[in-house]
């Protein structure tokens, strides 16, 4: 990815859906320099211009683009930053959102609206403005908190999350009360689409309970709606948790609030979700530390099963499971170090159909890793380790084989960011050399891997399965 500089900011890339984006700074078109020229991008713009510029590259494009943007028209003012969001698949669409104030004009307020802009990839323009619909009676000196968010993504569509607050009135021991209720609605996003899809709308429910005595009170059930970087799903907490499709615009599965703890709903605060298999998913409670709770959920059932017992690991009551690792391949297996004893390291990988695959035996892992402690990092396409040893720094496969050693390690392997089995794709970061590269799971400079073992396919500049640039 090809590193721009625009008001003194140095552009940050990271993933999204399927493509790699920078950051979205404040920037007017031909003000942005690349990294190692002189001046800087010493541009003067300002947010409250409009004027934007933000980076993207998807596997669809032979290199990175930098895209210029004014988010506003007469009248108009910035409400919120704007930012970019894609699906996933093999030629993402991408979208730019932001939300605006319409100007106080004599005795009418301000008003919000929320935008989009689908980017043309190839010319770098964007599309006339696909309205978000914000409600009708949005008005600021209401202080009903405007506020979106990017939910979750498909192949298909971007899910945008609005959130605004209303106040309605209930009677409560003859006492007419106001109480403040959230609202949460789930708008699509499509590629070539020219209008917003309403997905689901969600609000807070008020009820009014009695004591022995008749005295009443008022009960709110807030609802939350959370982005776990999952595939094609996202989570509604209310007082239950309810996983909804993206695609299919239907629930998908309820969970009680202590799905992982019968009566405790604290320790089962939903901290990581992860998607399986063919509807399975990974759910991580607040309990759990470093994956040490996982359960894996059938979604078709409810049922969940815990990570431990699949790995048949057998504890003591007062022995604490230290997960000091745990992540995930694309092709949704999981892999786990524990730190069985100070003499003892074991690996595993979990693999889709529940099989349990050991690599290597405790007592060598424990020796390799006398001075390192654990992984160095891991390549969620190819399935392997990056292990520095007492001596060396190896890379080991899935069967436990060295199969080379590094010098650089992917960034951002971490599933919580974006879903690894959803990507066929991988981001390298040179800090010497200041450079962002994605690969088909090869270091950079090194060959692609064979397309027919599964882990890669062409590339995006049509060489050799990678994407580089620096300054």
Known sequence: MTNFVCNYDTSDWGWDGGAVLSDVMPCANGDASSSSDSDYGSSSQSADDGQYAFGVWTPAM??????????????????????????????PAVFVIYAVKTKAVGTTPETVHLFAHQVDLKSGELSDRIDLRTEED????????YEFDVLAQSNNRVAIEKSWKTTEKRTVNDDQREVEIGHKQIMGLSGGAKQAETLQTFKDSVSISKDSGGYQSLNTTEVDVDDYHVFDTYVVKDSAYHLYSID???????????????GDTYRCDLQGLYRFGANQYVLNPSESYNGNKLLILDAGTGKTKKVTDLLNINTKDDQYVNFTDFGQFSDGSLYFQWDESSDSKRVFILSRDLKVTEVLDGGRWARLMLNSGEFEGANYLLKQFYVKTTDENIIVDEKGETVGSYTLTPSGDDADDYDHTAVDWIMWRDGSENTVTVTRGQAPGEPAPDSSDGSGSSSGDGSAGESSSGD
Request: proline fraction near 8%.
């Open 248 to 262: 299919s615009n239907k629930e998908i599965v309820k969970l009680p609030s202590d799905y992982c703890s019968p």
């Open 62 to 91: 032979d290199e990175s683009k930098v895209i210029y943007f004014s988010a506003l028209k007469s009248g108009e003012k910035m409400y919120s930053d704007p930012v970019v969001a894609a699906t996933y698949g093999p030629n």
């Open 138 to 145: 949005n008005l600021i000196n209401l202080q009903q908190d």
